[in-house]
């Protein structure tokens, strides 16, 4: 268990470095394609991704998750869970293609391409497979604890983005809203097929299809319908704000919300990446001794996010305006808005995985609920009146209460005070004293 224990750290700290370069390709990328897009254009862009990633969540049913449970659990075996993958996928293909025709025939417009192109509903179809693959090998590579390859391989991804942009910025500027569309979608797909190929390298294992049994079905989606009910709701209380902002105040303030509220995403990049470790070994052995571990690095956690938030809410107001330019300057006070409520949501974030590896999925769809009922109540008595700053503090105090749930059911179930979660003791800053040295090279 010695063994294991440190092979944990060792895994963490190498994720973390890969995960902080993406970060930083993110957020320039952001700032590119606000200055290339401008206000109206970005909004397009970040419709699109909202649009895609909700119906994406709704005709998942629930699978990403039954695949790291059921992967890392060794309940199913492999093959069958590549026929459930993928047929999930069609499905999921076969479903965006009817509720386009729906849609259009009843709108004139297409859900995934409401932008000024010909062909932008092949485009919007082409990024939203590229998601749904990727979401599913993303599954893939966690279950199979290759937690380093994929984030490696997502850094690549937006490394080549941000080349790419950086180029169009300086040295190619054609005020074509559309082709950056193309580019961006181009760099998703790019990212999914280079996943496929890479997973199945590195396992050695065929991308071959088992018979699926009535019971896999069953095993399968009894625990993964109640992730993708849970999901929705909380994807609902993520975005439910955009359509409220397009809806009473267009597309140029959305373009101004959707930049705030991605900056201030910027602070769950941590959180979601212990997550997406936690779970699958949770899944997997729920040794005590490891979840004592996990417990230190989370206290150690939320001492650099609260500096992450108290640093980026001093300098907000100059960095949004230098990096995304002028027109975006409107973003500043809803991305400070924002932080305290992203700041107690990475307790919900992390909390979340530990009870989903657990099987306590009741916790989480409650807070889900709440979140976004609470979400849904303040946006629509703030936002028709105070646009984009209302919409901040609705999901801030909805964020927040959410965390607070979340701390509250870990610590009632692991029988802890709620302050010996979050305060940060000595035998904690031994344990970062320890890696600090052993990654600088002074033991």
Known sequence: MAMKTKGLGDLLAGNIIFRSLNIACTVLITFLLTRLMGTGGYGVLSLLVANAAIFNLLTCLGAESGITYHYASGIQRKSSLFSIAYLVI?????????????????SGQYFLGEWNEDNSLLWGLLYF????????????????????????????????????????????????????????????????????????????????????????WKVFFSYSIIVLITNIIQFLAYRVDYWFVDYFHGKEQL???????????????????????????????????????????????????????????????????????????ESVIPFIYLLPGLLFFCFNIIF???????GLLKIN??????????????????????????????SSLAYTAAGIHHLYRFASYKKLPVLSVVIINR???NAVTHYLRKYTGRT
Not at 380 to 392: H, S
Request: proline content about 3%; glycine content about 6%.
């Open 352 to 358: 979340a995985a530990y009870f989903a590896g657990k």
């Open 90 to 106: 069609l499905f999921q293909i076969v479903m965006i293609v009817l509720a386009e025709g729906i849609y259009h025939t009843f």
């Open 255 to 329: 373009g101004l919300y959707s930049l705030a509220v991605k900056l201030g995403q910027v602070l769950w990049i941590l959180p979601l990446l212990m997550a997406g470790i936690l779970f699958p070994r949770i899944a997997a052995d729920k040794t005590e001794e490891e979840e004592t571990i996990w417990l230190k690095l989370i206290r150690v956690a939320n001492v650099f996010f609260l500096i992450a938030a108290a640093l980026a809410a001093l300098l907000a107001g100059w960095i949004i305006p230098m990096m995304a330019g002028k027109a975006f300057s």
């Open 129 to 216: 497979i590229s998601i749904v693959i990727i979401d599913k090998y993303q599954a893939f590579f966690n279950a199979a604890h290759l937690y380093t390859m994929v984030n490696r391989i997502i850094f690549l991804a937006s490394l080549l983005s941000l080349l790419v942009f950086f180029c169009c910025y300086f040295f190619y500027p054609s005020g074509n809203d559309a082709l950056y569309l193309k580019i961006f979608i181009l760099a998703s797909v790019l990212q999914a097929a280079y996943m496929v190929l890479a997973f199945h390298q590195k396992t050695k294992l065929p991308l071959s299809f088992g018979r699926i049994e009535k019971s896999n």
């Open 427 to 429: 035998d904690d800053w």
């Open 365 to 394: 769809l409650s807070g889900s609920v709440l979140c976004l009922s609470l979400v849904l109540i303040g946006d629509l008595l703030l936002i028709p009146r105070f646009g984009i700053k209302g919409a901040a503090i609705a």
